[in-house]
């Protein structure tokens, strides 16, 4: 028994010497080639990851994954109401482009919107409680789903499309200001077709905005597949005379190098550049939509073995030697307990008063009056 004790320390003590030591810091990838349009320099398919980048981006998206399976589950409970679209599958593309850009830079995106305030600064707390329409939420339980800010993240907006001319306003500020700062502005297939987004297009390159146009293409617009819903499906061919890139939005490490590559021609001077990110959402459009009418099982299935974010990223890091296994498992654990513990807040934390209903309609204003249901109910507004 005492040498089985020694034996098991023993070990103990060299697996605890190999978490310091023995880890490859840093490693080179090929990474797939992206298809360009009006391009004559495409971004590196030979890129550099290091140990740190690598625990990070997958911690990331571990975390946007729990949480949005955790949304998942409060909401068939009925703790979380209304419209939740969900962004499991999607992980890469949020954790890939915040990888290549500032957290000064600025970012705008549609209703699928929970990773990106994530990423963007704000706590899985403050996103959970958000959902169940607590005080604690981030933007104070009066948002929901569908509208989440945090510093130079515009959300969050349920109108299809609509964020596009208000991102290309973003980057109008940038420009003026001549900050060096950029705005990305994230849209979905379903979205692309929206007259507004061309008008914006035309804008744009007219004023060379600093802007980089981003289609999230996860192949099905509600519940029509692409095919039935566009003439072209090339979507980074859609700006005409904008060039683009279409990315496996699959691999955090190939949408990292073409929003870098992206990131240079506008901060270059060179005005907007469209990207088109091919990706998937494992769930439905909503929760409403269950996600197998339109597609079957299979199909879903097929993409999780083959082509998950999460798995592709953590099988490069496991051979080449950059984590272990355990690591990785310990990684896991606190994550869910992070969320766990988020939960456990969201469904505890109390909902805002109804006297705050109108509150912070201005930034810094004296306290006014606000209109109710008629005229003569009047209601109070405080910055």
Not at 2 to 30: H, I, K
Not at 219 to 227: A, H, L, N, P
Request: with cysteine.
């Amino acid at each position: 028994l005492r040498n089985l004790q020694t034996f098991l320390y023993g070990a103990a003590v060299v697996m605890s010497a190999r978490t310091y030591a023995d880890f490859t810091t840093q490693a080179t990838f090929e990474i797939k080639k992206c298809d360009l349009f009006k391009l004559d320099e495409a971004p590196a398919t030979q890129v550099v990851m290091t140990r740190d980048e690598g625990l990070q981006y997958y911690r990331t998206m571990q975390t946007m994954r729990r949480m949005e399976l955790k949304a998942d589950q409060l909401y068939k409970q009925k703790i979380i109401r209304g419209f939740c679209h969900l962004y499991d599958g999607q992980e890469a593309c949020a954790v890939g482009i915040e990888a290549a850009i500032n957290l000064t830079d600025h970012l705008i995106t549609a209703y699928r919107a929970h990773g990106y305030t994530y990423t963007r600064g704000g706590t899985v707390k403050e996103i959970m409680a958000e959902l169940t329409g607590r005080r604690g939420g981030i933007a104070k339980g009066k948002g929901g789903s569908m509208h989440m800010y945090c510093k130079n993240f515009y959300g969050g907006n349920g109108i299809v499309g609509a964020q596009v001319p208000l991102g290309a306003g973003v980057a109008l500020a940038c420009k003026y200001q001549e900050n060096n700062q950029l705005c990305v502005c994230l849209y979905g297939d379903g979205a692309a077709n929206q007259g507004q987004i061309f008008e914006t297009y035309n804008m744009a390159a007219l004023w060379k905005l600093p802007v980089i146009f981003i289609c999230e293409n996860n192949r099905y617009g509600m519940g029509t597949s692409v095919e039935r819903a566009a003439a072209s499906t090339d979507y980074y061919k859609r700006g005409e005379f904008i060039p683009g890139l279409r990315v496996d939005g699959m691999d955090v490490l190939c949408v990292r190098e073409a929003t870098r590559f992206a990131a240079d021609h506008c901060r270059s001077g060179k005005g907007p550049i469209l990207m088109e990110l091919q990706t998937y959402r494992y769930h439905g459009h909503s929760m409403s939509d269950p996600g197998v009418s339109y597609r079957t099982r299979e199909e879903i299935q097929e993409v999780r073995s083959k082509s998950d974010p999460i798995s592709m990223l953590k099988d490069r890091m496991l051979s080449n030697n950059m984590a272990s296994v355990e690591e990785l498992k310990e990684i896991d654990v606190e994550v869910r307990k992070e969320i766990e513990d988020a939960a456990q807040f969201a469904t505890t934390d109390p909902e805002p008063p109804l006297e705050e209903l109108c509150n912070h309609i201005f930034s810094n204003n004296p306290p006014v009056e606000v209109r109710g249901t008629n005229p003569w109910s009047k209601l109070k507004s405080v910055s």
